[in-house]
């Protein structure tokens, strides 16, 4: 073997190595944002369970993700399943608070029977303070709602916790059920939430 051939047999031995020696994170990108297939939240390895973009007429207000310890294809899978969960919601246009709070206040009470909402009413009234410290969203802010096991429903703008933790479960799929239930608030968005073909 000459020089050559040795050098590149060494090079392509080594390009070789790294590639096997790096991490690959793949991303799911929707409307520019990028989100990562996985995840961890609560110490918990989640997956993206799908992502879409949520529109109003013609424009485009954020894009979001789900995602659950294992990928679930219908709503009674994901409102059941174990371990922490995350809804990421990437700001794609300013939104006042009022504009967000209403909009999640509709949301909720299409997609929830009167007996549950007199439940999480307690909650709702929290949440929606969540939003009145909260002067509006803008373009690019992050909003993560966690369900931790044991602690409850969690939320973070941009990294920083907001507002308190909200302990009920039914409250936290009744906050999913916005996007997921029989009148989600994007009916184009559900099925990609659910990663359907």
């Known amino acids: 073997m000459n020089r050559r051939n040795t050098v590149k ?3 392509a031995a080594a390009l070789l190595t790294t590639s096997f020696s ?3 994170f793949a991303a799911t990108e929707v409307a520019g944002v990028k989100f990562e297939d996985s995840i961890s ?4 390895d989640l997956k993206l369970n799908g992502a879409g973009v949520r529109k109003k007429v013609m424009f485009k207000l954020y894009a979001l993700g789900i995602y659950l310890p294992e990928k679930k294809s219908t709503v009674a899978e994901v409102l059941a399943s174990p371990g922490p969960r995350r809804i990421s919601i990437n700001v794609l246009r300013e939104l006042t ?3 967000f709070g209403n909009a999640f206040m509709d949301g909720l009470n299409d997609n929830s029977d009167k007996g549950e909402r007199n439940r999480i009413v307690p909650q709702t009234m929290k949440f929606g303070e969540i939003f009145a410290q909260i ?3 803008k373009k690019g802010d992050v909003l993560n709602v966690d369900w931790l096991p044991g602690e409850g429903t969690v939320c ?3 990294g920083k916790k907001v507002g308190d933790t909200l302990p009920e479960v039914s409250f936290y799929n009744a906050i999913l059920r916005i996007w997921l239930g029989d009148k ?5 968005l559900k099925p990609l939430l659910l990663n359907e073909k």
Not at 41 to 44: A, E
Not at 184 to 188: A, C, K, L, M
Request: net charge negative.
């Open 9 to 11: 047999s060494l090079l």
């Open 22 to 24: 790096l991490p690959v």
């Open 41 to 44: 939240v609560g110490g918990k």
């Open 97 to 99: 608070s009022e504009q």
């Open 135 to 137: 002067p509006g969203l």
């Open 156 to 158: 973070h703008l941009n």
């Open 184 to 188: 989600p608030v994007d009916s184009s």
